[in-house]
């Protein structure tokens, strides 16, 4: 009776708003990584000053003016993503195998007709930044941190029974996972807090950041080189999060003794129970989202030739202003001893939300070298900033992401990018070699966590033709910590990924 009257004073409010959007998303979107063609890719993406590959437009678009015929370029390949999590001292491992799309480009250099000493290049391409599939799965067959414990903990800081957030705690609720106890003013949970559950946690996350560039670059006297160019990141981003528990060794049981008398194994024992369920017997929470939209953005650069070795360059690129719209459902299956194969399931929204919201990323900035050592091979190394406390978040409503927007600024420091590559041409072969640091967005720099370092390799063939063949290989490689609950019950857990991927390209050079 005490459950039905809640539910029903609950129902009355459940037109309240809960945003699910945080600082992740922004941090997400904001950091790229090394994507273009293998020969970009091999180099660790140190194109910067060194240009001549349309993959420049995504990165630094005077790159493009280097070249002097232009060129036609497709290319994709194979990623393999392993995880492994360390949760309480337990491992668990997964593995993802994708197809990925790397880039496609279309450069074509003209004389300016107005002025001998200049050269034109007009470019598009459609380069993948970043690609998100991945599975991660946490485990842990004898544990006492349970999500039961995080909902009560949520649900207890809820002034009123209005406040539940209805993706969350309200949905432990109204599966008969939670409950309130009147006389004590507040929640418990019918998993004991002092018993240990199997618990498995499965995060896939499937998508892709491909940035369409339509990119104008121009060489005057082949010493001084100029690009702009406009970019438009498409984001296609889904994750599914599953959360199960379950009393594998029974150790939460209500009995019916034969006089109509109940006996427990609960250690602390319950407020009340009911008789149509008993006790726990397994969990499932799902979340599922998917984030789709598209962003604008603009990127300026120059290059100087030294002389016949030495090439500096430099590049800006505004903030990007994705407009993002996200479509999500939550659901929630609780099982008892009474009749375990028929769960209590609820789920929310009732069909599927959408919210519509704008994430806006910092700005970066770069600066390049690339030194060519007598047509035989080249060195290049390009540093870039970000500072990923000036992402924000914003919607229809100024006071939507009044709160993430502070954490971002709080939370998150300004990183620095290493790229370091390296060729060497013998003959109609060039063989390759690259290094990529992406500092952490918590500052410091080759501080290890949440750093992401990316190391690799690659042959290019060139024919008597017009035609020539890239591959590439690369390991990539991060350390991170992840979060199971709220900041209130924090559960940590050590996170080490480590993704390989071959690409492969053919591409037309333009005579």
């Given at each position: 009776?005490?459950?039905?009257?809640?539910?029903?004073?609950?129902?009355l409010?459940s037109?309240?708003?809960?945003?699910?959007?945080?600082d992740?998303?922004?941090i997400?979107?904001?950091?790229?990584?090394?994507?273009?063609?293998?020969?970009?890719?091999?180099?660790?993406?140190?194109?910067g000053?060194?240009?001549?590959d349309?993959?420049?437009?995504?990165?630094n678009?005077?790159?493009?003016?280097v070249?002097?015929?232009?060129?036609?370029?497709?290319?994709?390949?194979?990623?393999?993503?392993?995880?492994?999590?360390?949760?309480?001292?337990?491992?668990?491992?997964?593995l993802?195998?994708?197809?990925?799309?790397?880039?496609?480009?279309?450069?074509?250099?003209?004389?300016?007709?107005?002025?001998?000493?200049?050269?034109?290049?007009?470019c598009?391409?459609n380069t993948?930044?970043?690609?998100?599939?991945?599975?991660?799965?946490?485990?842990?067959?004898?544990?006492r941190?349970?999500?039961?414990?995080d909902?009560?903990?949520?649900?207890?800081?809820?002034?009123?029974?209005?406040?539940?957030?209805?993706?969350?705690?309200?949905?432990?609720?109204?599966?008969?996972?939670?409950?309130?106890?009147?006389?004590?003013?507040?929640f418990?949970?019918?998993?004991?807090?002092?018993?240990?559950?199997?618990?498995?946690?499965?995060?896939?996350?499937t998508?892709?950041?491909?940035?369409?560039?339509?990119?104008?670059?121009?060489?005057?006297?082949?010493?001084?080189?100029?690009?702009?160019?406009?970019?438009?990141?498409?984001?296609?981003?889904?994750?599914?999060?599953?959360?199960?528990?379950?009393?594998?060794?029974?150790?939460?049981?209500?009995?019916?003794?034969?006089?109509?008398?109940?006996?427990?194994?609960?250690?602390?024992?319950?407020?009340?129970?009911?008789?149509?369920?008993?006790?726990?017997?397994?969990?499932?929470?799902?979340?599922?989202?998917?984030?789709?939209?598209?962003?604008?953005?603009?990127k300026?650069?120059?290059?100087?030739?030294?002389?016949?070795?030495?090439?500096?360059?430099?590049?800006i690129?505004?903030?990007?202003?994705?407009?993002?719209t996200?479509?999500y459902?939550?659901?929630?299956?609780?099982?008892?001893?009474?009749n375990?194969?028929v769960?209590?399931?609820?789920?929310?929204?009732?069909?599927?939300?959408?919210?519509?919201?704008?994430?806006?990323?910092?700005?970066?900035?770069?600066?390049?070298?690339?030194?060519?050592?007598?047509?035989?091979?080249?060195?290049?190394?390009?540093?870039?900033?970000?500072?990923?406390?000036?992402?924000?978040?914003?919607?229809?409503?100024?006071?939507?992401?009044?709160?993430?927007?502070?954490?971002?600024?709080?939370?998150?420091?300004?990183?620095?990018?290493?790229?370091?590559?390296?060729?060497?041409?013998?003959?109609?072969?060039?063989?390759?070699a690259?290094?990529?640091?992406?500092?952490?967005?918590f500052?410091g720099?080759?501080?290890?966590?949440?750093?992401?370092?990316?190391?690799?390799?690659?042959?290019?063939?060139?024919?008597?033709?017009?035609?020539?063949f890239?591959?590439?290989?690369?390991?990539?490689f991060?350390s991170?910590?992840?979060?199971?609950y709220?900041?209130?019950?924090p559960?940590?857990?050590?996170?080490n990924?480590?993704?390989?991927?071959?690409?492969?390209?053919?591409?037309?050079?333009?005579?």
């Amino acid at each position: 009776m005490i459950k039905r009257i809640l539910s029903l004073g609950i129902c009355l409010f459940s037109f309240v708003v809960i945003l699910s959007q945080n600082d992740l998303d922004a941090i997400r979107y904001s950091r790229t990584g090394v994507g273009g063609s293998p020969r970009f890719v091999a180099m660790g993406g140190a194109f910067g000053a060194l240009g001549a590959d349309v993959s420049c437009a995504s990165y630094n678009p005077a790159g493009l003016g280097v070249f002097r015929k232009g060129e036609m370029i497709y290319s994709g390949g194979l990623k393999f993503t392993n995880s492994t999590s360390n949760f309480e001292g337990k491992s668990a491992s997964a593995l993802a195998t994708n197809f990925i799309y790397s880039n496609f480009g279309l450069a074509y250099t003209t004389p300016s007709n107005n002025d001998p000493s200049k050269r034109n290049t007009f470019c598009f391409t459609n380069t993948q930044l970043q690609n998100f599939d991945n599975t991660i799965q946490i485990a842990n067959g004898s544990t006492r941190s349970s999500i039961s414990g995080d909902m009560v903990s949520q649900a207890n800081k809820a002034q009123s029974l209005n406040q539940l957030d209805p993706s969350y705690e309200l949905m432990g609720y109204n599966s008969y996972l939670l409950d309130y106890d009147s006389a004590a003013g507040k929640f418990f949970s019918f998993v004991d807090p002092k018993r240990n559950v199997n618990l498995n946690r499965t995060i896939a996350t499937t998508g892709r950041m491909n940035e369409l560039n339509f990119s104008f670059a121009q060489s005057v006297n082949d010493k001084f080189y100029f690009g702009i160019s406009l970019g438009i990141p498409r984001i296609k981003y889904e994750s599914t999060t599953t959360h199960s528990e379950a009393d594998s060794n029974d150790s939460m049981r209500i009995t019916v003794n034969p006089d109509n008398t109940y006996s427990s194994t609960y250690v602390d024992g319950l407020p009340f129970f009911y008789t149509d369920k008993l006790g726990f017997n397994s969990l499932t929470y799902t979340e599922h989202f998917i984030t789709q939209g598209y962003g604008l953005n603009l990127k300026f650069g120059g290059i100087v030739r030294v002389n016949s070795n030495l090439r500096l360059g430099g590049y800006i690129h505004t903030p990007t202003i994705f407009y993002l719209t996200d479509t999500y459902n939550n659901s929630m299956s609780v099982s008892f001893d009474a009749n375990p194969t028929v769960p209590v399931q609820v789920q929310y929204p009732d069909n599927v939300g959408k919210y519509d919201y704008k994430i806006i990323t910092p700005m970066k900035y770069g600066i390049n070298g690339a030194y060519i050592i007598n047509k035989s091979g080249t060195v290049s190394m390009d540093i870039e900033n970000i500072n990923y406390s000036k992402a924000s978040l914003t919607s229809t409503t100024p006071t939507d992401f009044a709160g993430v927007d502070a954490v971002i600024k709080s939370k998150y420091k300004s990183a620095v990018n290493l790229r370091l590559g390296g060729e060497v041409v013998k003959g109609r072969a060039m063989f390759r070699a690259g290094y990529a640091l992406y500092g952490s967005p918590f500052g410091g720099f080759l501080s290890g966590m949440f750093d992401r370092q990316t190391v690799s390799l690659g042959l290019g063939l060139r024919t008597k033709g017009s035609f020539f063949f890239d591959l590439a290989w690369t390991k990539t490689f991060t350390s991170e910590k992840y979060y199971m609950y709220s900041p209130s019950t924090p559960v940590k857990t050590d996170l080490n990924l480590m993704s390989t991927s071959f690409i492969a390209s053919i591409g037309l050079k333009f005579q």
